[in-house]
């Protein structure tokens, strides 16, 4: 019988690639999108699809509902991976810009991730696989929101991992660096709508990230969503599951600097990084 795994986040980048990955290996997908046509076009490619919206309870609970009534409540994983960015200085972010970074990010992700865990508990089984960031564990400027959500993801990830460590429910972590996706255009769509470009003390450094934001040239170590796609694999099958899966060299190089430098040291460097 084929592994049942929900996706969320399909739309396109890595969520889309490791669907269709995952189909072709024999994986029951159910690749999951917030808007309709984003559903119809993943249906048209011979995925099942359904729509959630992890903004909205409602649409969370009704794609659960539909999953295990498919599956006959057989879901074997959930990768957690729909997700965005929302770029500007921590000053320049209202109550209310912060609040949508983690109700996408969080609030949904970890509803979505309590309302699965019954089943994978009463089949005996699960993997349980969240794609944060390098930056749930290093920050940088003007990431505020993205940075305070992903850590947060990291934060709810290690505790839930201890708490299922006796029923065969695993728990992993993929922190990628940076990987080719619609990442950027729509950290440009989050920036123009939600910071107040004009009036901020940022103003002149928030131009010149509106220009590294538009280009289409890949920042240096960029990777494809393969890469994260061997990782999320290794989380599925692994009979030891890695808590953490650091993809690209960035992901790596922090790591290993946040080991060895004192704070003082490491913010000096983060302090070049635009």
């Known amino acids: 019988m084929s592994k049942v795994i929900l996706i969320t986040g399909c739309s396109s980048g890595i969520g889309y690639y490791c669907a269709k990955e995952l189909h072709k ?16 076009r993943l249906q048209a490619e011979g995925l099942e699809s359904l729509q959630l919206d992890l903004d909205d309870s409602q649409s969370i609970k009704e794609a659960v509902d ?8 057989k879901l074997y994983a959930l990768f957690n991976n729909g997700a965005y960015g929302q770029p500007g200085a921590v000053e320049d972010l209202t109550r209310q810009t912060l ?25 005996g089984e699960g993997r349980i696989v969240q794609n944060s960031s390098v930056l749930g564990f290093v920050s940088m400027k003007y990431r505020g929101a993205y940075n305070a959500s992903k850590y947060a993801l990291e934060g709810l990830s290690d505790t839930l991992r201890l708490e ?16 080719r996706s619609d990442f950027r255009k729509n950290a440009l769509e989050k920036l123009i709508e ?17 220009k590294g934001l538009q280009s289409e040239a890949d920042i240096p170590f960029t990777l494809g969503s393969d890469a994260v796609f061997k990782d999320l694999l290794h989380a599925l099958e692994s009979k030891n599951p890695k808590a953490r ?22 913010d000096f460097i983060l302090r070049k990084v635009d």
Do not use: W
Request: with cysteine.
């Open 25 to 40: 290996k024999g994986y029951r997908v159910f690749a999951t999108a917030r808007k309709s046509e984003d559903v119809q």
């Open 66 to 73: 539909e999953v295990l009534k498919r599956c006959d409540g």
């Open 99 to 123: 609040r949508a970074q983690f109700e996408t990010n969080i609030f949904g992700t970890q509803e979505l991730t309590n309302l699965v865990l019954p089943s994978m508990r009463a089949n």
């Open 164 to 179: 299922l460590s006796d029923e065969n429910i695993f728990v992993s972590l993929i922190e990628p660096g940076p990987i």
């Open 194 to 210: 939600n910071i107040d470009i004009e009036h901020s003390a940022h103003a002149k450094r928030y131009k010149k990230k509106l």
């Open 245 to 266: 899966y650091r993809v690209t060299i960035p992901t790596k190089f922090f790591t290993f600097l946040k080991r060895v430098l004192s704070t003082n040291a490491l």
